[in-house]
């Protein structure tokens, strides 16, 4: 969708309260507006000597004043609700469409873009629905009925009003055309900052252990002066559009004073005859002459907000345009039986070619373990595997039908991967392990942790299982690894893919780790890519990859008799 039929989509979901807001709306303009007629009534009727109708129409209007106040109220409560709901909706598409788009697409991505589009972008359209919303409802609204009062009151002033109203439309428009692509910068240096942030949050021990705290701050300084200049020269160009407005509305209505005093004070036979004026009839002229230009100084003092709003929507609709990971397989599959890669080429860059005419045979049961040094290959054939990314040509086969034509949700849930970067969400111990089968009770979970030998350390925290972790504190590396592990313990899939998973683990638990590992893959496929050679000994297969090529292939012993390569890595681990 384009930004219009994105905004139309979400502005029909709460096309109800939206009535109800513009119902609200009418009927406080409607009380406004006709305060200044009944009060030009009264003053006339004090220059008659009428107190009886004066009194009545201060009533009336003490009445409407009450009355508007009302629904105004209720108007802004109402407005707030549509903005507030179509937030909702928007941040819940954001986040839906965080996982739906491929992998391949967050790598283009930092993180601190997304924060700037789940948060800062959010709440920037929420400020600008409401205050555009509001003044827009309200200014349509003033403007017709203060039209037809003034003609009512006198129509030769009121075309004056009228013809000379269209200059401080053009203003507005005039100045404020220079200003989206300052608030637009703005917007992506914003999240240049974020990102810069989150860096420096993440990696604080880093930082300081490389005494590196001064050029980070340089890098932020560098990026927060371009963002100073960016928002001062939009913030300075906004403040122009209210200014230049309220000049010519202010013009406007010395104008229009002076000819209705004119008119009343040489009593202008023409006039008298065309359009009667009296000194009610002019106050209550000017009066709507504030009104009617009161909406275009409103529109003009918003027009900041509505160009944040503007250049925060435009990035959230291009994301929510982003192409979803299609996933065109109709094929389901309970077991993986076999895995036959065949000539398959891939880069993540096509001038740097990575994968080339890759062939690859696992059979179920198999223990598949792949080495190499960094870069050869390895994560990014487990990617291809778990089709994170498509290969650029060649086939996969899995149980002997084409990748392309199983559904990726099937593969993945015959799949337990335990990667060398852990995870963990905020939450207790139980949910976390709980992750990979959501239904399973305590008792499996347990059982699970006990095979992962995360249980003893889990029991010794303050409350066992119940103890509230997040991702940076209450737990080290390595037990964080035992529980991405007791995950893969419980959920007992088909293929087990184990990328550096022991790599936070001493070396007694990565020993114990590994039998239970070695147990739990019985009659299981799996494929473990390691640095550590010691802990891929007992591998059926061993594949020896280096610039995205297998240049050798075998069992440890035979390997190691070839004196190649792969004998080469595992000596130089144990000089």
Same mark, same amino acid.
């Given at each position: 969708?384009?930004?219009?039929?994105?905004?139309?989509?979400?502005?029909?979901?709460?096309?109800?309260?939206?009535?109800?807001?513009?119902?609200?709306?009418?009927?406080?303009?409607?009380?406004?507006?006709?305060?200044?007629?009944?009060?030009?009534?009264?003053?006339?009727?004090?220059?008659?000597?009428?107190?009886?109708?004066?009194?009545?129409?201060?009533?009336?209007?003490?009445?409407?004043?009450?009355?508007?106040?009302?629904?105004?109220?209720?108007?802004?409560?109402?407005?707030?609700?549509?903005?507030?709901?179509?937030?909702?909706?928007?941040?819940?598409?954001?986040?839906?469409?965080?996982?739906?788009?491929?992998?391949?697409?967050?790598?283009?991505?930092?993180?601190?873009?997304?924060?700037?589009?789940?948060?800062?972008?959010?709440?920037?359209?929420?400020?600008?629905?409401?205050?555009?919303?509001?003044?827009?409802?309200?200014?349509?609204?003033?403007?017709?009925?203060?039209?037809?009062?003034?003609?009512?009151?006198?129509?030769?002033?009121?075309?004056?009003?009228?013809?000379?109203?269209?200059?401080?439309?053009?203003?507005?428009?005039?100045?404020?055309?220079?200003?989206?692509?300052?608030?637009?910068?703005?917007?992506?240096?914003?999240?240049? =900052?974020? /990102? %810069?942030? !989150? *860096?420096?949050?993440?990696?604080?021990?880093?930082?300081?252990?490389?005494?590196? #705290?001064?050029? &980070?701050?340089?890098?932020?300084?560098?990026?927060?002066?371009?963002?100073?200049?960016?928002?001062?020269?939009?913030?300075?160009?906004?403040?122009?559009?209210?200014?230049?407005?309220?000049?010519?509305?202010?013009?406007?209505?010395?104008?229009?004073?002076?000819?209705?005093?004119?008119?009343?004070?040489?009593?202008?036979?023409?006039?008298?005859?065309?359009?009667?004026?009296?000194?009610?009839?002019?106050?209550?002229?000017?009066?709507?002459?504030?009104?009617?230009?009161?909406?275009?100084?409103?529109?003009?003092?918003?027009?900041?907000?509505?160009?944040?709003?503007?250049?925060?929507?435009?990035?959230?609709?291009?994301?929510?345009?982003?192409?979803?990971?299609?996933?065109?397989?109709?094929?389901?599959?309970?077991? =993986?039986? /076999? %895995?036959? !890669? *065949?000539?398959?080429?891939?880069?993540?860059?096509?001038?740097?070619?990575?994968? #080339?005419?890759? &062939?690859?045979?696992?059979?179920?049961?198999?223990?598949?373990?792949?080495?190499?040094?960094?870069?050869?290959?390895?994560?990014?054939?487990?990617?291809?595997?778990?089709?994170?990314?498509?290969?650029?040509?060649?086939?996969?086969?899995?149980?002997?039908?084409?990748?392309?034509?199983?559904?990726?949700?099937?593969?993945?849930?015959?799949?337990?991967?335990?990667?060398?970067?852990?995870?963990?969400?905020?939450?207790?111990?139980?949910?976390?392990?709980?992750?990979?089968?959501?239904?399973?009770?305590?008792?499996?979970?347990?059982?699970?942790?006990?095979?992962?030998?995360?249980?003893?350390?889990?029991?010794?925290?303050?409350?066992?299982?119940?103890?509230?972790?997040?991702?940076?504190?209450?737990?080290?590396?390595?037990?964080?690894?035992?529980?991405?592990?007791?995950?893969?313990?419980?959920?007992?899939?088909?293929?087990?893919?184990?990328?550096?998973?022991?790599?936070?683990?001493?070396?007694?638990?990565?020993?114990?780790?590994?039998?239970?590992?070695?147990?739990?893959?019985?009659?299981?496929?799996?494929?473990?890519?390691?640095?550590?050679?010691?802990?891929?000994?007992?591998?059926?297969?061993?594949?020896?990859?280096?610039?995205?090529?297998?240049?050798?292939?075998?069992?440890?012993?035979?390997?190691?008799?070839?004196?190649?390569?792969?004998?080469?890595?595992?000596?130089?681990?144990?000089?």
């Amino acid at each position: 969708m384009d930004n219009k039929k994105r905004l139309k989509y979400y502005l029909f979901k709460e096309k109800g309260k939206i009535t109800l807001g513009v119902l609200l709306c009418l009927l406080y303009v409607v009380c406004q507006i006709s305060q200044p007629f009944l009060l030009g009534r009264a003053l006339d009727a004090v220059a008659i000597n009428d107190q009886n109708i004066y009194l009545t129409y201060l009533i009336i209007c003490l009445v409407l004043t009450i009355v508007g106040a009302i629904f105004y109220y209720f108007f802004e409560i109402t407005i707030g609700y549509v903005s507030q709901n179509i937030i909702r909706d928007m941040r819940k598409d954001i986040y839906l469409k965080m996982n739906s788009v491929s992998i391949k697409e967050f790598d283009t991505r930092t993180h601190g873009d997304l924060l700037q589009l789940e948060i800062r972008d959010i709440e920037n359209v929420a400020n600008g629905i409401f205050a555009v919303f509001k003044t827009l409802f309200q200014g349509i609204f003033t403007i017709i009925l203060t039209i037809v009062m003034m003609l009512v009151a006198n129509w030769i002033l009121a075309l004056g009003v009228i013809i000379l109203s269209p200059l401080s439309v053009i203003v507005s428009y005039f100045v404020s055309s220079f200003n989206h692509r300052h608030f637009k910068k703005q917007a992506e240096l914003q999240s240049q =900052i974020n /990102s %810069i942030s !989150l *860096e420096a949050i993440g990696n604080l021990e880093l930082l300081q252990s490389l005494n590196y #705290e001064e050029e &980070s701050l340089n890098k932020f300084k560098e990026v927060d002066k371009k963002l100073k200049k960016e928002g001062r020269v939009a913030q300075f160009s906004a403040s122009w559009v209210n200014p230049s407005t309220r000049l010519v509305n202010n013009t406007i209505y010395v104008i229009i004073g002076v000819a209705g005093i004119i008119m009343l004070a040489f009593d202008m036979k023409l006039a008298a005859i065309f359009a009667v004026m009296t000194i009610g009839r002019l106050s209550s002229f000017l009066s709507y002459t504030t009104q009617y230009t009161r909406p275009f100084n409103d529109i003009s003092n918003v027009v900041s907000e509505y160009e944040v709003a503007k250049s925060s929507f435009e990035r959230v609709n291009n994301f929510l345009n982003m192409d979803n990971d299609i996933d065109e397989g109709k094929e389901e599959i309970n077991n =993986i039986d /076999s %895995i036959k !890669l *065949e000539n398959v080429y891939f880069s993540y860059n096509p001038k740097y070619p990575l994968i #080339e005419n890759f &062939s690859l045979d696992i059979k179920k049961g198999n223990k598949v373990a792949i080495v190499g040094p960094t870069g050869a290959g390895k994560t990014t054939l487990i990617n291809i595997i778990m089709r994170f990314y498509e290969p650029n040509d060649g086939d996969i086969k899995i149980n002997n039908i084409s990748f392309k034509d199983i559904k990726k949700s099937s593969l993945r849930k015959s799949v337990g991967m335990v990667l060398q970067d852990t995870w963990i969400f905020h939450g207790t111990i139980l949910d976390n392990v709980k992750y990979t089968k959501i239904d399973a009770t305590k008792e499996e979970v347990i059982e699970a942790c006990k095979k992962a030998h995360a249980d003893g350390f889990i029991n010794a925290l303050p409350n066992g299982y119940d103890t509230y972790v997040d991702g940076k504190e209450g737990l080290s590396e390595g037990q964080k690894q035992m529980i991405a592990i007791a995950r893969v313990m419980l959920r007992n899939p088909n293929l087990v893919i184990l990328d550096e998973a022991t790599s936070n683990i001493d070396t007694r638990s990565e020993m114990l780790i590994t039998k239970a590992f070695d147990s739990m893959m019985k009659e299981k496929t799996s494929i473990v890519i390691a640095h550590r050679l010691s802990t891929i000994k007992s591998a059926d297969t061993i594949i020896v990859m280096k610039d995205g090529h297998i240049i050798e292939t075998g069992n440890h012993n035979d390997l190691m008799k070839a004196k190649g390569f792969y004998y080469k890595l595992y000596s130089s681990q144990f000089e």
